[in-house]
Protein backbone atom coordinates (compact mmCIF):
# COMPACT_ATOMS: atom_id res chain seq x y z
CA UNK A 1 0.00 0.00 0.00
CA UNK A 2 1.48 3.66 -0.74
CA UNK A 3 2.38 5.65 1.84
CA UNK A 4 -0.73 7.94 3.53
CA UNK A 5 -0.60 11.29 4.88
CA UNK A 6 -3.74 11.83 7.30
CA UNK A 7 -5.19 15.17 7.67
CA UNK A 8 -5.56 16.48 11.40
CA UNK A 9 -8.42 14.12 13.10
CA UNK A 10 -10.51 14.04 15.84
CA UNK A 11 -10.74 11.14 17.71
CA UNK A 12 -14.66 9.98 19.84
CA UNK A 13 -13.42 9.78 23.54
CA UNK A 14 -15.00 6.70 25.08
CA UNK A 15 -16.18 6.92 28.35
CA UNK A 16 -17.79 3.91 30.29
CA UNK A 17 -21.45 4.99 31.69
CA UNK A 18 -20.76 3.98 35.53
CA UNK A 19 -24.81 3.34 36.32
CA UNK A 20 -25.20 1.00 33.37
CA UNK A 21 -24.27 -2.49 34.60
CA UNK A 22 -25.52 -6.04 33.37
CA UNK A 23 -26.86 -7.92 36.67
CA UNK A 24 -24.44 -10.84 35.39
CA UNK A 25 -21.56 -8.60 36.27
CA UNK A 26 -22.59 -6.61 39.47
CA UNK A 27 -19.84 -8.92 40.97
CA UNK A 28 -17.44 -6.89 39.49
CA UNK A 29 -17.21 -3.72 41.44
CA UNK A 30 -13.76 -1.67 40.28
CA UNK A 31 -14.95 -1.38 36.28
CA UNK A 32 -17.95 -0.74 34.57
CA UNK A 33 -18.74 -2.55 31.51
CA UNK A 34 -17.92 -0.23 28.48
CA UNK A 35 -21.61 0.66 28.04
CA UNK A 36 -20.33 4.01 25.24
CA UNK A 37 -21.02 7.52 25.20
CA UNK A 38 -19.12 9.86 22.75
CA UNK A 39 -18.05 12.91 23.34
CA UNK A 40 -15.77 14.66 20.53
CA UNK A 41 -12.25 15.90 21.12
CA UNK A 42 -9.44 16.95 18.68
CA UNK A 43 -6.27 14.94 18.51
CA UNK A 44 -3.03 15.77 16.73
CA UNK A 45 -2.25 15.04 13.28
CA UNK A 46 -1.28 11.83 12.25
CA UNK A 47 1.41 11.22 9.72
CA UNK A 48 2.71 7.78 9.47
CA UNK A 49 1.79 4.32 7.35
CA UNK A 50 -1.73 2.38 8.25
CA UNK A 51 -3.58 0.13 7.38
CA UNK A 52 -6.72 1.42 6.24
CA UNK A 53 -8.17 -1.94 6.15
CA UNK A 54 -8.32 -2.19 9.79
CA UNK A 55 -8.55 1.91 10.28
CA UNK A 56 -11.73 1.74 8.45
CA UNK A 57 -12.88 -1.77 8.73
CA UNK A 58 -11.65 -3.16 12.32
CA UNK A 59 -10.97 -6.06 9.83
CA UNK A 60 -7.40 -6.94 9.25
CA UNK A 61 -7.46 -8.39 6.14
CA UNK A 62 -4.18 -8.61 4.61
CA UNK A 63 -3.82 -10.85 7.78
CA UNK A 64 -6.43 -12.76 6.76
CA UNK A 65 -5.30 -13.63 3.43
CA UNK A 66 -2.08 -15.02 5.00
CA UNK A 67 -4.21 -17.82 7.24
CA UNK A 68 -2.54 -21.04 7.04
CA UNK A 69 0.33 -20.03 5.79
CA UNK A 70 4.19 -20.61 7.23
CA UNK A 71 5.74 -18.39 9.33
CA UNK A 72 7.83 -15.83 8.08
CA UNK A 73 11.43 -15.75 8.49
CA UNK A 74 13.04 -11.71 7.86
CA UNK A 75 15.47 -10.97 6.33
CA UNK A 76 18.32 -8.95 7.96
CA UNK A 77 16.73 -5.53 6.87
CA UNK A 78 13.68 -6.53 7.58
CA UNK A 79 15.05 -7.35 11.33
CA UNK A 80 16.57 -4.08 11.82
CA UNK A 81 12.65 -2.44 11.19
CA UNK A 82 11.39 -4.72 13.74
CA UNK A 83 13.84 -3.68 16.06
CA UNK A 84 13.46 0.22 15.21
CA UNK A 85 9.75 -0.40 15.82
CA UNK A 86 9.88 -2.49 19.13
CA UNK A 87 12.20 0.11 20.64
CA UNK A 88 10.16 3.24 19.90
CA UNK A 89 7.20 0.89 22.14
CA UNK A 90 9.16 0.95 24.71
CA UNK A 91 9.53 4.15 24.91
CA UNK A 92 6.20 5.03 24.65
CA UNK A 93 5.22 1.99 27.21
CA UNK A 94 7.63 3.11 29.59
CA UNK A 95 6.45 6.80 29.46
CA UNK A 96 3.22 5.83 29.62
CA UNK A 97 3.67 4.09 32.92
CA UNK A 98 5.63 6.83 34.76
CA UNK A 99 2.48 8.88 34.54
CA UNK A 100 0.36 5.78 36.96
CA UNK A 101 -0.84 7.08 40.29
CA UNK A 102 -4.20 7.16 42.05
CA UNK A 103 -6.83 9.71 40.39
CA UNK A 104 -5.45 9.66 36.86
CA UNK A 105 -8.27 8.04 34.34
CA UNK A 106 -7.49 5.64 31.65
CA UNK A 107 -8.40 8.24 29.18
CA UNK A 108 -5.60 10.23 30.39
CA UNK A 109 -3.24 7.54 30.08
CA UNK A 110 -5.01 6.49 26.07
CA UNK A 111 -4.12 9.85 25.01
CA UNK A 112 -0.40 10.46 26.40
CA UNK A 113 0.04 7.09 24.39
CA UNK A 114 -1.28 8.57 21.64
CA UNK A 115 0.40 11.90 21.76
CA UNK A 116 4.04 9.46 22.69
CA UNK A 117 3.35 7.49 19.45
CA UNK A 118 2.63 10.36 17.21
CA UNK A 119 5.51 11.86 18.29
CA UNK A 120 7.51 9.44 17.09
CA UNK A 121 6.52 9.66 13.51
CA UNK A 122 4.44 6.26 14.32
CA UNK A 123 1.27 5.21 14.73
CA UNK A 124 -0.68 2.65 17.23
CA UNK A 125 -2.56 -0.21 15.82
CA UNK A 126 -4.89 -2.93 17.28
CA UNK A 127 -7.66 -4.79 15.09
CA UNK A 128 -10.99 -4.15 15.81
CA UNK A 129 -10.02 -1.56 18.77
CA UNK A 130 -9.43 1.00 15.99
CA UNK A 131 -12.78 1.43 15.62
CA UNK A 132 -13.47 2.45 19.16
CA UNK A 133 -10.84 4.82 18.58
CA UNK A 134 -8.47 4.39 21.04
CA UNK A 135 -4.54 3.73 21.24
CA UNK A 136 -4.28 1.53 23.41
CA UNK A 137 -5.97 -1.10 25.94
CA UNK A 138 -5.65 -0.29 29.48
CA UNK A 139 -6.87 -3.37 32.08
CA UNK A 140 -7.64 -2.90 35.74
CA UNK A 141 -7.88 -5.49 38.00
CA UNK A 142 -9.79 -8.11 37.52
CA UNK A 143 -9.64 -7.06 33.99
CA UNK A 144 -7.48 -10.34 31.38
CA UNK A 145 -6.98 -7.76 28.24
CA UNK A 146 -8.57 -5.28 26.04
CA UNK A 147 -9.91 -3.27 28.80
CA UNK A 148 -11.35 -0.26 26.77
CA UNK A 149 -9.73 3.56 28.39
CA UNK A 150 -12.47 5.81 29.82
CA UNK A 151 -12.84 8.19 32.40
CA UNK A 152 -12.86 6.13 35.57
CA UNK A 153 -9.93 7.33 38.02
CA UNK A 154 -7.13 4.93 39.25
CA UNK A 155 -7.37 3.80 43.03
CA UNK A 156 -4.94 3.14 45.36
CA UNK A 157 -4.66 -0.86 45.29
CA UNK A 158 -5.83 -1.66 41.61
CA UNK A 159 -3.67 -2.75 39.64
CA UNK A 160 -3.10 -1.98 35.91
CA UNK A 161 -1.90 -3.31 32.42
CA UNK A 162 -0.96 -1.22 29.66
CA UNK A 163 -0.49 -2.58 25.89
CA UNK A 164 1.29 -0.77 23.55
CA UNK A 165 0.73 -2.08 20.12
CA UNK A 166 2.75 0.42 17.38
CA UNK A 167 3.41 0.15 13.69
CA UNK A 168 6.42 2.52 11.86
CA UNK A 169 8.25 1.72 8.52
CA UNK A 170 5.55 -1.00 7.76
CA UNK A 171 6.95 -3.02 10.80
CA UNK A 172 4.79 -4.18 14.18
CA UNK A 173 5.76 -4.10 18.03
CA UNK A 174 3.57 -5.48 21.01
CA UNK A 175 4.31 -5.62 24.61
CA UNK A 176 2.45 -5.03 27.74
CA UNK A 177 3.25 -4.64 31.25
CA UNK A 178 1.23 -4.93 34.84
CA UNK A 179 2.04 -1.81 37.18
CA UNK A 180 0.56 -1.29 40.61
CA UNK A 181 -1.45 2.01 41.60
CA UNK A 182 0.13 3.18 44.77
CA UNK A 183 0.43 0.48 47.87
CA UNK A 184 -0.89 -2.64 46.80
CA UNK A 185 -1.36 -6.18 48.57
CA UNK A 186 1.13 -8.89 49.09
CA UNK A 187 -1.20 -11.26 46.72
CA UNK A 188 -1.47 -8.74 44.34
CA UNK A 189 2.96 -8.29 44.25
CA UNK A 190 2.82 -12.65 44.11
CA UNK A 191 0.62 -12.08 41.20
CA UNK A 192 2.49 -9.81 39.13
CA UNK A 193 5.49 -11.36 40.38
CA UNK A 194 4.73 -14.75 39.22
CA UNK A 195 2.87 -13.27 35.64
CA UNK A 196 6.54 -11.71 34.90
CA UNK A 197 8.66 -15.61 36.40
CA UNK A 198 6.13 -17.31 33.88
CA UNK A 199 7.46 -14.70 30.26
CA UNK A 200 11.16 -14.96 31.70
CA UNK A 201 11.76 -18.51 32.18
CA UNK A 202 9.55 -19.11 28.78
CA UNK A 203 11.94 -16.60 27.43
CA UNK A 204 14.80 -18.44 28.12
CA UNK A 205 14.22 -21.45 26.48
CA UNK A 206 13.73 -20.09 23.20
CA UNK A 207 16.23 -20.73 20.29
CA UNK A 208 16.65 -22.27 17.15
CA UNK A 209 14.76 -26.34 17.50
CA UNK A 210 13.00 -25.54 20.15
CA UNK A 211 9.34 -26.28 20.11
CA UNK A 212 6.59 -23.05 19.72
CA UNK A 213 4.69 -25.91 22.12
CA UNK A 214 6.60 -25.95 24.92
CA UNK A 215 6.52 -22.68 25.96
CA UNK A 216 3.19 -23.36 27.53
CA UNK A 217 4.71 -26.44 29.11
CA UNK A 218 6.84 -23.66 31.36
CA UNK A 219 4.48 -21.15 32.02
CA UNK A 220 1.65 -23.79 33.44
CA UNK A 221 3.22 -25.08 35.85
CA UNK A 222 5.27 -21.99 37.26
CA UNK A 223 1.81 -20.31 37.67
CA UNK A 224 0.39 -23.65 39.38
CA UNK A 225 2.78 -23.36 41.76
CA UNK A 226 2.15 -20.12 42.91
CA UNK A 227 -1.80 -20.75 43.46
CA UNK A 228 -2.36 -19.08 40.08
CA UNK A 229 -3.50 -19.99 36.53
CA UNK A 230 -2.82 -19.76 32.98
CA UNK A 231 -5.97 -18.17 30.53
CA UNK A 232 -6.22 -20.45 27.45
CA UNK A 233 -8.60 -18.22 25.56
CA UNK A 234 -5.84 -15.79 24.27
CA UNK A 235 -1.82 -16.59 22.69
CA UNK A 236 0.90 -15.23 21.85
CA UNK A 237 1.74 -14.64 17.36
CA UNK A 238 4.18 -13.97 14.92
CA UNK A 239 4.29 -10.41 14.48
CA UNK A 240 6.00 -8.64 11.54
CA UNK A 241 4.51 -6.32 8.68
CA UNK A 242 1.74 -8.01 9.87
CA UNK A 243 -0.08 -7.60 13.44
CA UNK A 244 -1.81 -10.51 14.29
CA UNK A 245 0.13 -13.90 12.26
CA UNK A 246 -1.32 -16.84 13.11
CA UNK A 247 1.81 -18.70 12.54
CA UNK A 248 3.30 -19.05 15.09
CA UNK A 249 0.18 -19.47 17.48
CA UNK A 250 1.84 -19.63 21.04
CA UNK A 251 -0.68 -20.82 23.55
CA UNK A 252 0.36 -20.41 26.97
CA UNK A 253 -0.29 -23.76 28.79
CA UNK A 254 0.89 -27.35 28.86
CA UNK A 255 -0.14 -30.28 27.04
CA UNK A 256 -1.24 -27.97 23.85
CA UNK A 257 -1.10 -28.92 20.31
CA UNK A 258 0.99 -25.91 18.85
CA UNK A 259 2.80 -27.07 16.23
CA UNK A 260 6.37 -25.72 15.18
CA UNK A 261 10.27 -25.32 15.92
CA UNK A 262 11.95 -21.81 16.28
CA UNK A 263 13.49 -20.83 13.40
CA UNK A 264 16.62 -17.59 12.72
CA UNK A 265 14.62 -15.03 11.76
CA UNK A 266 11.34 -16.01 13.10
CA UNK A 267 9.86 -12.86 15.01
CA UNK A 268 6.33 -13.59 17.78
CA UNK A 269 5.82 -12.38 21.22
CA UNK A 270 4.86 -14.41 23.87
CA UNK A 271 2.44 -12.82 26.11
CA UNK A 272 0.90 -15.20 29.16
CA UNK A 273 -2.17 -13.82 31.32
CA UNK A 274 -2.29 -14.99 34.48
CA UNK A 275 -5.27 -15.08 36.65
CA UNK A 276 -5.11 -15.38 40.59
CA UNK A 277 -6.78 -19.15 41.76
CA UNK A 278 -7.11 -21.93 39.87
CA UNK A 279 -9.64 -20.16 37.43
CA UNK A 280 -8.57 -19.22 33.93
CA UNK A 281 -11.48 -19.29 32.42
CA UNK A 282 -12.42 -15.64 30.80
CA UNK A 283 -16.26 -13.95 30.46
CA UNK A 284 -16.83 -11.28 27.86
CA UNK A 285 -18.66 -7.82 28.87
CA UNK A 286 -21.59 -6.84 26.58
CA UNK A 287 -19.23 -4.65 24.32
CA UNK A 288 -17.91 -8.07 23.19
CA UNK A 289 -14.37 -7.04 23.70
CA UNK A 290 -13.43 -6.58 27.15
CA UNK A 291 -11.88 -10.23 28.82
CA UNK A 292 -12.52 -10.43 32.58
CA UNK A 293 -12.07 -13.48 35.33
CA UNK A 294 -15.13 -15.25 35.54
CA UNK A 295 -14.80 -15.01 39.48
CA UNK A 296 -13.62 -11.18 39.91
CA UNK A 297 -10.15 -12.16 40.87
CA UNK A 298 -7.24 -10.09 39.46
CA UNK A 299 -5.19 -11.14 36.50
CA UNK A 300 -1.50 -9.62 35.56
CA UNK A 301 0.08 -10.04 32.30
CA UNK A 302 3.41 -8.69 30.65
CA UNK A 303 4.97 -9.41 26.75
CA UNK A 304 7.35 -9.19 24.84
CA UNK A 305 8.32 -9.16 21.12
CA UNK A 306 10.85 -11.79 20.48
CA UNK A 307 13.41 -12.54 17.27
CA UNK A 308 14.91 -16.15 16.91
CA UNK A 309 18.58 -15.73 16.44
CA UNK A 310 21.23 -17.71 14.83
CA UNK A 311 22.70 -18.58 18.93
CA UNK A 312 19.21 -17.81 20.60
CA UNK A 313 16.80 -15.11 21.37
CA UNK A 314 16.36 -11.13 21.20
CA UNK A 315 13.66 -9.61 23.19
CA UNK A 316 13.23 -6.99 20.97
CA UNK A 317 10.86 -5.04 23.11
CA UNK A 318 13.58 -5.36 26.44
CA UNK A 319 13.36 -2.89 28.93
CA UNK A 320 15.23 -1.95 32.41
CA UNK A 321 14.85 -5.36 34.27
CA UNK A 322 11.33 -5.81 36.06
CA UNK A 323 11.40 -4.26 39.68
CA UNK A 324 8.35 -4.44 41.71
CA UNK A 325 8.13 -1.97 44.75
Known sequence: MAPITHSPITRSRVHCDQSIRSPKL??????????????????????????????????PLAEMKRLGQPPRILTKEEQEKMRRSCRLAREVLDIAASHIRPGITTDEIDEIVHNATIERTSLFHAPSFALLNRSAVRSINEVICH???????????????????????????????????????????KLIRTSRTCLDEAIKICKPGALIRDIGKVIEPIARANGCSSVRTFTGHGINNLFHCSAPNVPHYAKNKAVGTMKPG???????????????????????????????????????????????????????????P
Open 147 to 189: GIPDQRKLREGDIINIDVSLYFEGYHADLNATYPVGEISEDDK
Open 266 to 324: MVFTIEPMINFGSNWADVHWPDNWTATTVDGKKSAQFEETLLITETGVEVLTAGKPFEL
Open 26 to 59: AQFPTISPAQIMLSMASLPPVHALFDLNVAVTGR
